[in-house]
T-cell receptor, first 112, second 115 residues
């Protein structure tokens, strides 16, 4: 079945540091890929998405590129802020239905 | 903006009780989902629904049931609550356009404790 693997956390960075969060997937067919973010005490919000190979999703300074050859969708940001502290989830959506398969999530803490 | 509202942020119940978690969305979405979120396990799909009165099992349906009598409302039912059902429960909805392209919109979650 489909699966999503995220790097182990938690991650702690200083403000303005470069961020990479790794995500790889296993799926049949051609899934769409998503990054969701969960701020403390809230539900999940869509951060960005990519629907086909080589697509780049971007939002709020975050970027991720759909790499079919390496089955990866790594999240990057050039300069993190304290307000980026949250839990980040990578997910994929089966083309046949609307179900999402999530990774385990990773907690990012950014210190001033 | 899509609004997904879960009826309670925090809930405390006793073992053996029948528990109802309610979710309402205001965007006329066809699809609705119930997940539970546990540390180190991420989100796991319990049940989902593509239409009124329609339901399908997700990855961990045991001990749960659902009800969708109206399009905007999707209820999760713990038939006889047990302590291993203590968790954060998240409801989500999505439009059924090109299915794989439609993001899910989440509520703020219900933190349920079973004593």
């Amino acid at each position: 079945g489909d699966s999503v693997t995220q790097m182990e956390g938690p991650v702690t960075l200083s403000e303005e540091a470069f961020l990479t969060i790794n995500c790889t997937y296993t799926a049949t067919g051609y899934p769409s890929l998503f990054w969701y973010v969960q701020y403390p005490g809230e539900g999940l919000q869509l951060l960005l998405k990519a629907t086909k190979a080589d697509d780049k999703g971007s939002n709020k300074g975050f970027e991720a590129t759909y790499r079919k050859e390496t089955t990866s969708f790594h999240l990057e940001k050039g300069s993190v802020q304290v307000s980026d502290s949250a839990v980040y989830f990578c997910a994929l959506s089966d083309q046949a239905n609307s179900k999402l398969t999530f990774g385990k999530g990773i907690t990012l803490s950014v210190r001033p | 903006d899509v609004k997904v509202t879960q009826s309670s942020r925090y809930l405390v119940k006793r073992t053996g009780e029948k528990v109802f978690l309610e979710c309402v969305q205001d965007m006329d979405h066809e699809n609705m989902f119930w997940y539970r979120q546990d540390p180190g396990l991420g989100l796991r799909l319990i049940y989902f629904s593509y239409d009124v009165k329609m339901k399908e099992k997700g990855d961990i349906p045991e001990g749960y049931s659902v009800s969708r009598e109206k399009k905007e409302r999707f209820s999760l039912i713990l038939e006889s609550a047990s302590t291993n059902q203590t968790s954060m429960y998240l409801c989500a909805s999505s439009s059924s356009g090109a299915p794989s392209n439609q993001p899910q919109h989440f509520g703020d979650g219900t933190r349920l404790s079973i004593l």
